[in-house]
Protein backbone atom coordinates (compact mmCIF):
# COMPACT_ATOMS: atom_id res chain seq x y z
CA UNK A 1 0.00 0.00 0.00
CA UNK A 2 1.85 3.49 -1.08
CA UNK A 3 -0.98 5.94 0.50
CA UNK A 4 -3.65 6.11 2.58
CA UNK A 5 -7.11 6.39 0.34
CA UNK A 6 -9.96 8.27 2.01
CA UNK A 7 -13.42 6.90 1.07
CA UNK A 8 -15.76 9.82 1.15
CA UNK A 9 -19.41 8.52 1.35
CA UNK A 10 -22.31 11.25 0.88
CA UNK A 11 -25.26 12.12 -1.39
CA UNK A 12 -24.30 15.75 -1.62
CA UNK A 13 -22.40 16.05 -4.77
CA UNK A 14 -21.29 19.61 -3.43
CA UNK A 15 -19.57 17.58 0.04
CA UNK A 16 -18.03 14.98 -1.72
CA UNK A 17 -16.29 17.49 -3.75
CA UNK A 18 -15.46 19.94 -0.98
CA UNK A 19 -13.97 16.90 0.96
CA UNK A 20 -11.97 16.01 -1.81
CA UNK A 21 -10.69 19.16 -2.75
CA UNK A 22 -9.63 19.72 0.80
CA UNK A 23 -8.11 16.73 1.73
CA UNK A 24 -5.91 16.38 -1.77
CA UNK A 25 -4.37 19.77 -1.04
CA UNK A 26 -3.06 17.63 1.75
CA UNK A 27 -1.24 15.38 -0.48
CA UNK A 28 -4.39 12.26 0.64
CA UNK A 29 -5.96 9.85 -1.87
CA UNK A 30 -9.77 10.41 -2.08
CA UNK A 31 -12.22 8.63 -3.59
CA UNK A 32 -16.13 9.05 -3.23
CA UNK A 33 -19.44 7.79 -3.42
CA UNK A 34 -22.71 8.77 -3.36
CA UNK A 35 -25.04 6.25 -2.05
CA UNK A 36 -24.53 2.93 0.76
CA UNK A 37 -24.58 -0.11 -1.95
CA UNK A 38 -21.00 1.87 -3.75
CA UNK A 39 -19.48 2.55 -0.63
CA UNK A 40 -19.45 -1.55 0.48
CA UNK A 41 -17.75 -1.91 -2.83
CA UNK A 42 -15.27 0.64 -2.67
CA UNK A 43 -14.28 -1.03 0.75
CA UNK A 44 -13.89 -4.02 -0.54
CA UNK A 45 -12.10 -3.02 -3.42
CA UNK A 46 -9.69 -0.12 -1.94
CA UNK A 47 -9.33 -1.30 1.32
CA UNK A 48 -9.70 2.83 2.63
CA UNK A 49 -7.22 3.61 5.34
CA UNK A 50 -10.27 5.71 6.78
CA UNK A 51 -14.15 5.84 6.08
CA UNK A 52 -15.95 9.60 6.20
CA UNK A 53 -19.64 8.49 6.54
CA UNK A 54 -22.90 10.31 6.37
CA UNK A 55 -25.68 9.04 7.89
CA UNK A 56 -28.43 9.89 5.33
CA UNK A 57 -27.85 7.96 2.45
CA UNK A 58 -29.93 6.56 -0.76
CA UNK A 59 -30.37 2.76 -0.59
CA UNK A 60 -29.16 2.12 3.29
CA UNK A 61 -28.46 4.66 5.58
CA UNK A 62 -24.68 5.40 7.65
CA UNK A 63 -25.61 3.10 10.76
CA UNK A 64 -26.46 -0.22 8.52
CA UNK A 65 -23.48 0.25 6.29
CA UNK A 66 -21.17 1.23 9.58
CA UNK A 67 -22.75 -1.42 11.35
CA UNK A 68 -21.76 -3.84 8.35
CA UNK A 69 -18.04 -2.78 8.00
CA UNK A 70 -18.00 -3.76 11.94
CA UNK A 71 -18.90 -6.86 11.44
CA UNK A 72 -16.51 -7.85 8.79
CA UNK A 73 -13.05 -8.90 10.35
CA UNK A 74 -10.98 -7.42 7.34
CA UNK A 75 -12.09 -3.92 7.75
CA UNK A 76 -13.88 -3.85 11.43
CA UNK A 77 -10.31 -1.94 12.08
CA UNK A 78 -10.84 0.68 9.41
CA UNK A 79 -11.64 3.94 11.02
CA UNK A 80 -14.94 5.39 10.33
CA UNK A 81 -15.80 8.91 10.87
CA UNK A 82 -19.70 10.00 10.54
CA UNK A 83 -20.53 13.04 8.98
CA UNK A 84 -24.10 14.35 9.73
CA UNK A 85 -26.54 17.36 10.06
CA UNK A 86 -27.65 15.85 13.07
CA UNK A 87 -26.00 16.99 16.08
CA UNK A 88 -28.47 15.91 19.02
CA UNK A 89 -27.11 13.52 21.42
CA UNK A 90 -28.93 11.02 20.63
CA UNK A 91 -27.77 11.25 16.93
CA UNK A 92 -23.91 10.87 18.02
CA UNK A 93 -25.32 7.99 20.58
CA UNK A 94 -27.06 6.35 17.95
CA UNK A 95 -23.48 6.59 16.25
CA UNK A 96 -21.60 5.56 18.07
CA UNK A 97 -23.51 2.21 19.09
CA UNK A 98 -23.37 1.71 15.42
CA UNK A 99 -19.46 2.03 15.54
CA UNK A 100 -18.63 4.98 14.47
CA UNK A 101 -14.75 6.38 15.53
CA UNK A 102 -15.85 9.92 15.26
CA UNK A 103 -18.99 12.17 14.80
CA UNK A 104 -18.50 15.16 12.58
CA UNK A 105 -21.35 17.93 12.44
CA UNK A 106 -22.18 19.50 9.55
CA UNK A 107 -21.42 22.47 8.78
CA UNK A 108 -17.80 21.09 9.14
CA UNK A 109 -14.71 23.58 9.47
CA UNK A 110 -11.73 22.40 6.41
CA UNK A 111 -9.79 22.97 8.97
CA UNK A 112 -10.98 20.88 11.82
CA UNK A 113 -11.43 17.74 9.49
CA UNK A 114 -8.27 17.92 8.14
CA UNK A 115 -7.27 17.58 11.50
CA UNK A 116 -9.45 14.65 12.36
CA UNK A 117 -8.73 12.96 9.12
CA UNK A 118 -4.57 13.04 9.68
CA UNK A 119 -5.27 11.99 13.23
CA UNK A 120 -7.18 8.93 12.49
CA UNK A 121 -4.26 8.30 9.57
CA UNK A 122 -1.37 8.65 11.73
CA UNK A 123 -0.94 4.71 12.33
CA UNK A 124 -2.95 3.38 9.20
CA UNK A 125 0.08 1.48 8.43
CA UNK A 126 0.15 -0.63 11.75
CA UNK A 127 -3.21 -1.24 11.86
CA UNK A 128 -4.35 -2.01 8.26
CA UNK A 129 -4.17 -5.91 7.45
CA UNK A 130 -2.15 -6.90 4.32
CA UNK A 131 -4.68 -6.72 1.92
CA UNK A 132 -6.16 -10.24 0.66
CA UNK A 133 -5.89 -11.38 -2.71
CA UNK A 134 -9.52 -10.97 -4.02
CA UNK A 135 -12.05 -9.09 -1.42
CA UNK A 136 -14.37 -8.27 -4.01
CA UNK A 137 -18.09 -8.94 -3.36
CA UNK A 138 -17.13 -9.91 0.42
CA UNK A 139 -19.06 -7.42 1.97
CA UNK A 140 -22.87 -8.66 1.57
CA UNK A 141 -25.80 -6.62 2.46
CA UNK A 142 -28.07 -8.70 3.96
CA UNK A 143 -31.37 -5.74 5.03
CA UNK B 1 20.25 -0.20 8.14
CA UNK B 2 23.11 -1.47 9.88
CA UNK B 3 26.17 0.64 11.57
CA UNK B 4 28.66 -1.28 9.58
CA UNK B 5 27.34 -0.78 6.43
CA UNK B 6 27.97 3.09 6.67
CA UNK B 7 31.89 3.00 5.53
CA UNK B 8 31.47 6.99 5.24
CA UNK B 9 29.81 9.84 6.85
CA UNK B 10 31.26 13.18 7.41
CA UNK B 11 30.07 17.04 7.67
CA UNK B 12 29.61 18.63 4.25
CA UNK B 13 31.80 21.67 5.63
CA UNK B 14 34.68 19.37 5.76
CA UNK B 15 34.16 17.42 2.63
CA UNK B 16 31.80 18.28 0.15
CA UNK B 17 29.17 16.65 -2.33
CA UNK B 18 31.32 17.54 -5.22
CA UNK B 19 34.34 15.69 -3.48
CA UNK B 20 32.21 12.79 -2.24
CA UNK B 21 31.09 12.02 -5.50
CA UNK B 22 34.28 11.80 -7.27
CA UNK B 23 35.83 9.85 -4.78
CA UNK B 24 33.06 7.56 -4.53
CA UNK B 25 33.43 7.37 -8.77
CA UNK B 26 37.10 6.66 -8.37
CA UNK B 27 36.96 3.13 -6.06
CA UNK B 28 34.05 2.40 -8.24
CA UNK B 29 31.97 2.22 -5.12
CA UNK B 30 28.43 0.41 -4.96
CA UNK B 31 25.35 1.65 -2.54
CA UNK B 32 23.69 4.86 -1.76
CA UNK B 33 25.44 8.26 -0.97
CA UNK B 34 22.48 9.89 1.63
CA UNK B 35 23.19 13.83 1.64
CA UNK B 36 21.25 16.10 3.57
CA UNK B 37 21.12 19.69 5.08
CA UNK B 38 17.92 20.98 6.80
CA UNK B 39 14.53 19.07 5.75
CA UNK B 40 16.32 18.32 2.26
CA UNK B 41 17.57 14.76 1.76
CA UNK B 42 19.06 13.54 -1.28
CA UNK B 43 19.97 9.88 -2.07
CA UNK B 44 21.53 9.02 -4.96
CA UNK B 45 22.56 5.35 -6.26
CA UNK B 46 25.86 4.42 -7.06
CA UNK B 47 26.86 0.89 -8.62
CA UNK B 48 30.68 0.55 -9.50
CA UNK B 49 31.11 4.13 -9.07
CA UNK B 50 28.27 5.04 -11.73
CA UNK B 51 25.25 6.83 -10.88
CA UNK B 52 22.05 4.77 -11.55
CA UNK B 53 19.13 6.28 -9.58
CA UNK B 54 18.18 9.42 -7.39
CA UNK B 55 15.86 10.48 -4.95
CA UNK B 56 14.64 13.71 -3.29
CA UNK B 57 13.10 13.51 -0.18
CA UNK B 58 10.77 16.31 0.35
CA UNK B 59 10.03 17.37 -2.41
CA UNK B 60 6.94 16.17 -3.92
CA UNK B 61 7.48 14.67 -7.25
CA UNK B 62 6.39 16.99 -10.05
CA UNK B 63 3.65 15.69 -12.46
CA UNK B 64 5.68 15.14 -15.37
CA UNK B 65 2.40 13.84 -17.27
CA UNK B 66 0.39 17.18 -16.61
CA UNK B 67 2.82 19.01 -17.63
CA UNK B 68 3.51 17.80 -20.75
CA UNK B 69 0.05 17.98 -21.37
CA UNK B 70 0.47 21.69 -20.95
CA UNK B 71 3.34 22.32 -23.10
CA UNK B 72 1.05 20.15 -25.45
CA UNK B 73 3.05 16.95 -25.70
CA UNK B 74 0.70 14.71 -24.55
CA UNK B 75 -2.79 14.14 -24.96
CA UNK B 76 -5.16 14.19 -21.34
CA UNK B 77 -6.89 10.87 -21.96
CA UNK B 78 -3.44 9.66 -22.83
CA UNK B 79 -1.76 10.94 -19.55
CA UNK B 80 -4.77 9.96 -17.17
CA UNK B 81 -4.53 6.39 -19.04
CA UNK B 82 -0.14 6.18 -17.69
CA UNK B 83 -1.22 7.99 -14.07
CA UNK B 84 -3.93 5.11 -13.64
CA UNK B 85 -1.07 2.81 -13.98
CA UNK B 86 2.27 4.57 -12.54
CA UNK B 87 0.03 5.97 -9.30
CA UNK B 88 2.39 9.08 -9.33
CA UNK B 89 5.73 7.10 -10.06
CA UNK B 90 7.63 9.54 -12.42
CA UNK B 91 10.58 6.77 -13.71
CA UNK B 92 7.46 4.45 -14.37
CA UNK B 93 5.43 6.67 -16.22
CA UNK B 94 7.74 7.69 -18.45
CA UNK B 95 8.59 4.09 -18.87
CA UNK B 96 4.96 3.64 -19.61
CA UNK B 97 5.00 6.25 -22.42
CA UNK B 98 8.16 4.49 -23.99
CA UNK B 99 6.53 1.51 -24.32
CA UNK B 100 3.34 2.73 -25.57
CA UNK B 101 5.08 4.76 -28.18
CA UNK B 102 4.28 7.84 -27.01
CA UNK B 103 7.83 9.09 -25.61
CA UNK B 104 11.52 7.91 -27.73
CA UNK B 105 13.53 6.32 -25.26
CA UNK B 106 16.19 8.78 -25.82
CA UNK B 107 13.70 11.44 -24.63
CA UNK B 108 13.35 9.58 -21.40
CA UNK B 109 16.79 8.89 -20.67
CA UNK B 110 17.46 12.56 -21.07
CA UNK B 111 14.44 13.25 -18.82
CA UNK B 112 15.96 11.37 -16.07
CA UNK B 113 19.78 12.43 -16.83
CA UNK B 114 18.20 16.22 -16.63
CA UNK B 115 16.56 15.08 -13.09
CA UNK B 116 19.67 13.73 -11.48
CA UNK B 117 21.57 16.97 -12.65
CA UNK B 118 19.47 19.07 -11.39
CA UNK B 119 19.00 17.75 -7.91
CA UNK B 120 22.78 17.66 -7.68
CA UNK B 121 23.34 20.62 -8.59
CA UNK B 122 20.89 22.65 -6.03
CA UNK B 123 22.61 19.63 -3.47
CA UNK B 124 25.93 21.72 -4.30
CA UNK B 125 24.84 24.94 -2.87
CA UNK B 126 24.36 23.33 0.09
CA UNK B 127 26.77 24.62 2.61
CA UNK B 128 25.63 23.07 6.15
CA UNK B 129 24.59 19.91 5.81
CA UNK B 130 25.62 15.58 6.46
CA UNK B 131 26.71 13.24 4.36
CA UNK B 132 26.42 9.19 4.99
CA UNK B 133 27.46 6.57 2.48
CA UNK B 134 25.92 2.92 2.50
CA UNK B 135 27.62 0.40 0.70
CA UNK B 136 25.40 -2.57 1.48
CA UNK B 137 22.36 -0.89 0.15
CA UNK B 138 21.51 -2.38 -3.63
CA UNK B 139 20.65 0.28 -5.96
CA UNK B 140 17.13 -0.39 -7.70
CA UNK B 141 16.40 -1.32 -10.80
CA UNK B 142 16.44 2.02 -12.71
CA UNK B 143 14.66 2.74 -16.53
CA UNK B 144 17.91 5.28 -16.42
CA UNK B 145 21.34 3.68 -18.39
CA UNK B 146 23.88 4.68 -15.58
CA UNK B 147 25.44 8.07 -15.63
CA UNK B 148 29.57 9.15 -15.30
CA UNK B 149 29.74 11.08 -12.38
CA UNK B 150 32.40 13.27 -13.98
CA UNK B 151 29.60 14.82 -16.86
CA UNK B 152 26.59 14.72 -13.59
CA UNK B 153 29.28 16.81 -12.13
CA UNK B 154 30.19 18.99 -14.45
CA UNK B 155 26.69 19.82 -16.03
CA UNK B 156 25.26 20.23 -12.11
CA UNK B 157 28.34 22.91 -11.46
CA UNK B 158 27.33 24.53 -14.41
CA UNK B 159 23.83 25.36 -13.48
CA UNK B 160 24.65 26.09 -9.69
CA UNK B 161 27.40 28.99 -10.81
CA UNK B 162 24.22 30.12 -12.73
CA UNK B 163 22.25 30.38 -9.47
CA UNK B 164 24.90 32.43 -8.24
CA UNK B 165 25.46 34.24 -11.00
CA UNK B 166 21.88 35.78 -10.58
CA UNK B 167 21.69 36.13 -6.72
CA UNK B 168 25.21 38.41 -6.97
CA UNK B 169 23.16 40.29 -9.77
CA UNK B 170 20.29 40.97 -7.22
CA UNK B 171 18.14 40.46 -10.23
CA UNK B 172 15.54 37.79 -8.50
CA UNK B 173 14.53 37.04 -5.58
CA UNK B 174 12.97 33.61 -6.37
CA UNK B 175 13.71 30.51 -5.46
CA UNK B 176 13.29 26.75 -6.84
CA UNK B 177 10.16 26.26 -4.65
CA UNK B 178 8.78 29.25 -6.19
CA UNK B 179 5.06 29.03 -7.53
CA UNK B 180 3.77 31.66 -10.65
CA UNK B 181 0.70 32.13 -11.94
CA UNK B 182 -1.01 33.94 -14.72
CA UNK B 183 -2.60 37.74 -13.71
CA UNK B 184 -6.29 37.11 -14.25
CA UNK B 185 -6.08 40.55 -15.89
CA UNK B 186 -3.90 39.22 -19.19
CA UNK B 187 -6.61 37.91 -21.24
CA UNK B 188 -4.90 39.12 -24.72
CA UNK B 189 -3.22 36.30 -26.85
CA UNK B 190 0.23 36.19 -25.76
CA UNK B 191 1.70 35.66 -29.03
CA UNK B 192 1.13 38.85 -30.07
CA UNK B 193 3.85 39.88 -27.17
CA UNK B 194 6.52 39.50 -29.25
CA UNK B 195 7.93 36.36 -26.81
CA UNK B 196 10.15 33.79 -27.61
CA UNK B 197 8.90 30.17 -27.56
CA UNK B 198 10.82 29.44 -24.08
CA UNK B 199 9.13 32.77 -22.34
CA UNK B 200 5.55 31.26 -23.95
CA UNK B 201 6.55 27.83 -22.33
CA UNK B 202 7.11 29.08 -19.26
CA UNK B 203 4.61 30.95 -19.58
CA UNK B 204 1.89 27.99 -20.29
CA UNK B 205 3.29 25.97 -16.96
CA UNK B 206 2.88 29.07 -14.71
CA UNK B 207 -0.80 27.76 -13.80
CA UNK B 208 -0.11 28.46 -9.67
CA UNK B 209 0.39 24.55 -9.19
CA UNK B 210 4.18 24.48 -10.70
CA UNK B 211 7.33 25.15 -9.02
CA UNK B 212 9.76 26.49 -10.74
CA UNK B 213 11.81 23.64 -10.06
CA UNK B 214 9.14 21.77 -11.91
CA UNK B 215 8.84 23.93 -14.56
CA UNK B 216 12.85 23.58 -15.29
CA UNK B 217 12.45 20.05 -15.48
CA UNK B 218 9.44 20.21 -18.32
CA UNK B 219 10.94 22.16 -20.39
CA UNK B 220 14.70 20.63 -19.34
CA UNK B 221 16.27 24.00 -19.26
CA UNK B 222 18.42 25.03 -15.96
CA UNK B 223 16.62 26.50 -12.85
CA UNK B 224 18.39 29.65 -13.10
CA UNK B 225 17.66 30.03 -16.77
CA UNK B 226 13.69 30.00 -15.72
CA UNK B 227 14.22 32.09 -12.85
CA UNK B 228 15.34 34.58 -15.27
CA UNK B 229 12.67 34.05 -17.68
CA UNK B 230 9.99 34.22 -14.61
CA UNK B 231 11.75 37.43 -13.41
CA UNK B 232 10.94 39.11 -16.72
CA UNK B 233 7.45 37.61 -17.31
CA UNK B 234 6.75 39.35 -13.54
CA UNK B 235 7.85 42.94 -15.02
CA UNK B 236 5.74 42.58 -17.89
CA UNK B 237 2.96 41.51 -15.64
CA UNK B 238 1.85 38.25 -17.32
CA UNK B 239 2.82 36.39 -14.29
CA UNK B 240 2.64 36.64 -10.20
CA UNK B 241 4.38 35.00 -7.58
CA UNK B 242 1.54 32.96 -5.69
CA UNK B 243 1.41 32.81 -2.11
CA UNK B 244 0.76 29.23 -1.30
CA UNK B 245 -0.34 30.38 2.21
CA UNK B 246 -2.87 33.08 0.98
CA UNK B 247 -4.25 30.62 -0.72
CA UNK B 248 -4.76 28.17 1.28
CA UNK B 249 -6.52 29.95 3.57
CA UNK B 250 -8.79 31.14 0.82
CA UNK B 251 -9.66 27.95 -0.68
CA UNK B 252 -10.18 27.08 3.03
CA UNK B 253 -12.63 29.45 3.61
CA UNK B 254 -14.86 29.77 0.20
CA UNK B 255 -15.07 25.79 1.51
CA UNK B 256 -16.72 26.55 4.67
CA UNK B 257 -19.01 28.81 3.16
CA UNK B 258 -19.93 26.59 0.35
CA UNK B 259 -20.42 23.77 3.02
CA UNK B 260 -22.13 25.62 4.87
CA UNK B 261 -24.42 27.24 2.01
CA UNK B 262 -25.22 23.62 0.92
CA UNK B 263 -25.97 22.54 5.10
CA UNK B 264 -28.56 25.43 4.81
CA UNK B 265 -30.17 24.23 1.50
CA UNK B 266 -30.47 21.01 3.12
CA UNK B 267 -32.33 21.71 5.77
CA UNK B 268 -34.88 24.01 3.76
CA UNK B 269 -35.40 20.89 1.45
CA UNK B 270 -37.57 19.65 4.46
CA UNK B 271 -39.99 22.38 3.34
CA UNK B 272 -43.19 21.26 1.80
CA UNK B 273 -45.37 23.75 0.28
CA UNK B 274 -43.91 26.06 -2.59
CA UNK B 275 -43.65 29.17 -1.06
CA UNK B 276 -41.79 27.80 2.41
CA UNK B 277 -39.38 25.90 -0.23
CA UNK B 278 -38.78 29.43 -2.05
CA UNK B 279 -38.34 30.87 1.00
CA UNK B 280 -36.00 28.81 1.92
CA UNK B 281 -34.14 29.14 -1.24
CA UNK B 282 -33.93 33.10 -0.48
CA UNK B 283 -32.62 32.01 2.51
CA UNK B 284 -29.52 30.18 1.46
CA UNK B 285 -29.32 32.27 -1.36
CA UNK B 286 -28.59 35.37 0.73
CA UNK B 287 -26.85 33.65 3.26
CA UNK B 288 -24.64 32.64 0.43
CA UNK B 289 -24.11 35.98 -1.24
CA UNK B 290 -23.27 37.89 2.03
CA UNK B 291 -20.93 34.24 3.37
CA UNK B 292 -18.92 35.26 -0.21
CA UNK B 293 -19.55 38.99 0.40
CA UNK B 294 -17.93 38.73 4.01
CA UNK B 295 -15.15 36.29 2.73
CA UNK B 296 -14.20 39.38 -0.23
CA UNK B 297 -13.80 41.91 2.08
CA UNK B 298 -10.84 39.59 3.79
CA UNK B 299 -9.08 38.56 0.58
CA UNK B 300 -10.19 40.74 -2.44
CA UNK B 301 -6.78 41.65 -4.46
CA UNK B 302 -7.24 45.35 -3.80
CA UNK B 303 -6.93 44.85 0.32
CA UNK B 304 -4.27 42.89 0.73
CA UNK B 305 -1.23 43.30 1.74
CA UNK B 306 -2.29 47.08 3.76
CA UNK B 307 -2.74 46.00 6.60
CA UNK B 308 -5.62 46.55 9.07
CA UNK B 309 -8.02 48.60 6.62
CA UNK B 310 -11.06 50.20 8.36
CA UNK B 311 -14.00 48.08 8.00
CA UNK B 312 -16.10 51.32 6.43
CA UNK B 313 -13.17 51.28 3.48
CA UNK B 314 -14.28 47.47 2.75
CA UNK B 315 -18.29 48.78 2.78
CA UNK B 316 -17.33 50.99 0.55
CA UNK B 317 -15.52 48.75 -1.37
CA UNK B 318 -17.61 46.20 -1.44
CA UNK B 319 -20.60 48.71 -2.13
CA UNK B 320 -18.60 50.00 -5.29
CA UNK B 321 -17.92 46.47 -6.77
CA UNK B 322 -20.90 45.10 -6.57
CA UNK B 323 -23.95 47.41 -6.36
CA UNK B 324 -23.84 48.26 -10.01
CA UNK B 325 -24.19 44.76 -10.80
CA UNK B 326 -27.48 44.49 -8.42
CA UNK B 327 -28.91 47.42 -9.53
CA UNK B 328 -28.42 46.09 -13.70
CA UNK B 329 -30.09 43.29 -12.36
CA UNK B 330 -33.34 44.93 -10.96
CA UNK B 331 -33.57 47.65 -13.40
CA UNK B 332 -33.20 44.99 -16.22
CA UNK B 333 -34.44 41.60 -15.44
CA UNK B 334 -35.62 41.53 -11.58
CA UNK B 335 -37.08 44.35 -10.37
CA UNK B 336 -38.12 42.39 -7.05
CA UNK B 337 -34.67 42.98 -6.23
CA UNK B 338 -34.82 47.10 -6.01
CA UNK B 339 -36.39 45.94 -2.43
CA UNK B 340 -33.04 44.87 -1.37
CA UNK B 341 -29.91 46.98 -0.55
CA UNK B 342 -26.77 47.18 1.02
CA UNK B 343 -25.89 47.74 4.17
CA UNK B 344 -22.76 47.39 5.67
CA UNK B 345 -21.01 45.56 3.33
CA UNK B 346 -24.15 42.78 3.48
CA UNK B 347 -27.15 41.90 1.23
CA UNK B 348 -30.09 43.37 2.81
CA UNK B 349 -33.11 40.81 1.83
CA UNK B 350 -34.99 41.79 4.84
CA UNK B 351 -37.91 43.30 2.78
CA UNK B 352 -38.45 40.12 0.56
CA UNK B 353 -38.63 37.53 3.29
CA UNK B 354 -41.07 39.85 4.75
CA UNK B 355 -42.92 39.72 2.25
CA UNK B 356 -45.71 37.75 3.19
CA UNK B 357 -46.95 40.81 5.96
CA UNK B 358 -48.15 42.30 2.78
CA UNK B 359 -48.72 40.23 0.15
CA UNK B 360 -50.38 36.80 0.01
CA UNK B 361 -51.05 33.60 -1.90
CA UNK B 362 -50.26 33.59 -5.60
CA UNK B 363 -49.09 37.09 -6.10
CA UNK B 364 -46.87 35.71 -3.06
CA UNK B 365 -45.19 33.12 -4.80
CA UNK B 366 -44.99 35.61 -7.57
CA UNK B 367 -42.10 37.53 -5.84
CA UNK B 368 -40.69 34.74 -3.94
CA UNK B 369 -39.71 32.89 -7.57
CA UNK B 370 -38.46 35.92 -9.08
CA UNK B 371 -36.70 36.45 -6.14
CA UNK B 372 -34.81 33.65 -6.43
CA UNK B 373 -33.97 34.17 -10.18
CA UNK B 374 -32.55 37.44 -8.97
CA UNK B 375 -30.54 36.28 -6.29
CA UNK B 376 -29.22 33.25 -8.21
CA UNK B 377 -28.60 35.16 -11.32
CA UNK B 378 -26.71 37.52 -8.47
CA UNK B 379 -24.58 35.19 -6.63
CA UNK B 380 -23.23 33.85 -10.02
CA UNK B 381 -22.03 37.38 -10.59
CA UNK B 382 -20.66 37.59 -7.17
CA UNK B 383 -18.48 34.29 -7.34
CA UNK B 384 -17.51 34.52 -11.12
CA UNK B 385 -16.24 38.21 -10.09
CA UNK B 386 -14.75 37.09 -6.74
CA UNK B 387 -12.67 34.13 -8.14
CA UNK B 388 -11.27 35.95 -10.86
CA UNK B 389 -10.08 38.64 -8.29
CA UNK B 390 -8.32 36.22 -5.84
CA UNK B 391 -7.08 33.49 -7.87
CA UNK B 392 -7.41 33.66 -11.68
CA UNK B 393 -6.60 31.03 -13.53
CA UNK B 394 -5.03 29.35 -11.18
CA UNK B 395 -4.61 25.38 -10.12
CA UNK B 396 -6.84 26.80 -7.37
CA UNK B 397 -9.30 29.14 -8.73
CA UNK B 398 -10.28 25.94 -11.36
CA UNK B 399 -10.36 23.71 -8.44
CA UNK B 400 -12.96 26.04 -6.78
CA UNK B 401 -14.49 26.95 -9.87
CA UNK B 402 -15.81 23.25 -10.14
CA UNK B 403 -16.61 23.21 -6.84
CA UNK B 404 -18.83 26.08 -7.09
CA UNK B 405 -20.26 24.93 -10.41
CA UNK B 406 -21.95 21.76 -8.18
CA UNK B 407 -22.76 23.32 -5.35
CA UNK B 408 -25.04 25.33 -7.93
CA UNK B 409 -26.31 22.61 -9.60
CA UNK B 410 -28.40 21.58 -6.58
CA UNK B 411 -29.22 24.81 -6.37
CA UNK B 412 -30.62 24.62 -9.63
CA UNK B 413 -32.17 21.01 -9.21
CA UNK B 414 -34.25 23.32 -6.38
CA UNK B 415 -35.19 25.43 -8.77
CA UNK B 416 -35.85 23.09 -11.60
CA UNK B 417 -37.85 21.51 -9.23
CA UNK B 418 -40.10 24.19 -8.69
CA UNK B 419 -40.07 25.31 -12.47
CA UNK B 420 -42.04 21.61 -13.16
CA UNK B 421 -44.50 21.93 -10.38
CA UNK B 422 -45.45 25.86 -11.97
CA UNK B 423 -45.26 24.19 -15.33
CA UNK B 424 -48.42 21.33 -14.10
CA UNK B 425 -49.85 23.90 -12.11
CA UNK B 426 -50.45 26.34 -14.91
CA UNK B 427 -51.30 23.51 -17.72
CA UNK B 428 -54.10 22.44 -14.61
CA UNK B 429 -54.82 26.49 -14.75
CA UNK B 430 -55.55 26.44 -18.25
CA UNK B 431 -57.69 23.00 -18.38
CA UNK B 432 -59.73 23.99 -15.30
CA UNK B 433 -60.82 27.18 -17.24
CA UNK B 434 -61.48 24.56 -19.90
CA UNK B 435 -63.63 22.35 -17.35
CA UNK B 436 -61.41 19.47 -17.67
CA UNK B 437 -60.87 17.51 -14.82
CA UNK B 438 -57.58 18.03 -12.87
CA UNK B 439 -54.78 16.44 -13.92
CA UNK B 440 -53.46 12.67 -12.91
CA UNK B 441 -50.62 14.25 -11.81
CA UNK B 442 -49.35 14.06 -8.33
CA UNK B 443 -47.05 16.58 -7.59
CA UNK B 444 -50.70 19.19 -9.07
CA UNK B 445 -52.73 16.90 -7.19
CA UNK B 446 -50.92 18.03 -3.51
CA UNK B 447 -51.42 21.31 -4.15
CA UNK B 448 -55.28 21.33 -5.08
CA UNK B 449 -56.66 19.24 -2.72
CA UNK B 450 -56.78 20.81 0.09
CA UNK B 451 -56.40 18.19 3.07
CA UNK B 452 -53.17 17.08 1.62
CA UNK B 453 -51.37 20.74 2.42
CA UNK B 454 -49.10 18.77 4.23
CA UNK B 455 -48.35 16.27 1.58
CA UNK B 456 -45.02 16.29 0.50
CA UNK B 457 -43.70 19.03 -2.47
CA UNK B 458 -40.79 17.22 -3.46
CA UNK B 459 -39.59 13.97 -4.14
CA UNK B 460 -38.57 11.32 -1.77
CA UNK B 461 -35.49 12.24 -3.27
CA UNK B 462 -35.07 15.51 -2.39
CA UNK B 463 -36.33 15.25 0.74
CA UNK B 464 -34.21 12.66 1.88
CA UNK B 465 -31.13 14.53 0.94
CA UNK B 466 -32.46 17.45 3.45
CA UNK B 467 -31.25 15.69 6.48
Given at each position: ??????????????????????????????????????????????????????????????????????????????????????????????????????????????????????????????????????????????? | ??????????????????????????????????????????????????????????????????????????????????????????????????????????????????????????????????????????????????????????????????????????????????????????????????????????????????????????????????????????ELNLIEVVDTALETELQQDLSNIIIRCQHILAQQRQSKNPEQVLL???????????????????????????????????????????????????????????????????????????????????????????????????????????????????????????????????????????????????????????????????????????SDQHGDFWSPETRRRSI
Open positions: MAEPTVLVVDDSPTVRKIVQMTLQREHIKVITVGDGLSALTSVADEMPALILLDIQLPRMDGYQICQIIRKHLQFRQIPIIMLSGKDGLFDKMRGRLAGSTEYLTKPFDSVELVHTVKKHLANWQERMPAQPENTRHRLRYRG | MEQQDRIMDGDLQTLGLQSILKMLALSGKTGKLFVSSGSETLSISLRKGQIVGLHEEGVSQPDMLGMLCLLNKLDPPRAQHIRDYARGDMQMSLALLVERGWMSAGEMQHRLEFLVTQATSHALRWVNGRFAFHRQVIPMESKMQPLDVDSVLLEALRQADEWEEIASEGLTNLSRTTVARWLPEVSKDVRSLGLSQEYIEVLCLSNGELTLQAVALALMAPEARIARIMARLLGLITTLSACINGLLVHHGTYARNLRGRGHIPSMEIVRYLERRFAPQLQTLSQQQFSILETTSFSYGQLDCNDILTLNKVVKGEQLEEFYWEAVQGLVAFLRIIFTELLRDEVGNSHTGRQLNVAWKIFLSEIDHEVQQYQVYRAHRNTQQSRGRENIQPSSINIVQNRQNP
